[in-house]
């Protein structure tokens, strides 16, 4: 849910190292360790790594960006979740 109390559309995403097609671009959801998750997008705009690590102490979450920032920009936008 944003901020302004609106819900954000949701996708699901599978941490097994598989591609998915996702609209426009090509998705690979691997999970690094118990606390490290790892997005990979390929589309148009080039390739997007955005990985989401979660504290020890389970109250913060880290997300990093790198690569093609349009692609990454276009997943923030969209709400979705982990399948674990």
Avoid: C, P
Wanted: no cysteine; hydrophobic share 30%; charged share 30%.
């Amino acid at each position: 849910m944003q901020a302004d109390g609106k819900t954000l559309a949701t996708s699901d995403f599978f941490l097994d190292g598989k591609e998915y097609q996702m609209e426009t671009m090509t998705i690979v959801g691997q999970r690094i360790d118990e606390r490290h998750f790892r997005e990979t997008g390929k589309g148009r705009n080039g390739t997007s790594v955005i990985d989401h690590v979660v504290s020890a102490d389970g109250k913060t979450l880290t997300v990093t960006r790198k690569g093609a920032a349009r692609v990454a920009e276009s997943r923030r936008e969209k709400g979705h979740r982990w399948i674990l």
